[in-house]
């Protein structure tokens, strides 16, 4: 009966992130807006340059999904992007695609290491 009350607990504090955030109580797993650079790709004035805003879904900083990804001017110290004319945007489409964005390494591939924690843990848990 404690396993499943500390379940629920556990499910309930993961569940309701602004109660989470209002505490200041760090979680495991981040949603919403993430922006990406890219190597060699134009810059504007203001800190603005070319890259790729996305929707996030993340496990300790590690990507597990990205989507609704599109080329807009960002600026990573400010965290904000703005809309590119239509014309530039399909200019720069074809120069620039979705794997040309800069992410760090844990970004990128932590989720295999963090797959590989579970599933060895899992395994380790049923050899007793």
Partial sequence: MKKFFLAVLLAVGALAPTMSYAKGVPLFFQTGDELFEIDGAPTFEDGYSVGYACQRFALLGADVWTWDCDLMAINVEEFSAGDLDDEYKAELSQQYSLSDR????????????LSALFIGGAVLKTRK
């Fill in 102 to 113: 800069k992410r760090n390494p844990w970004n990128h591939y932590g989720i295999f290491a």
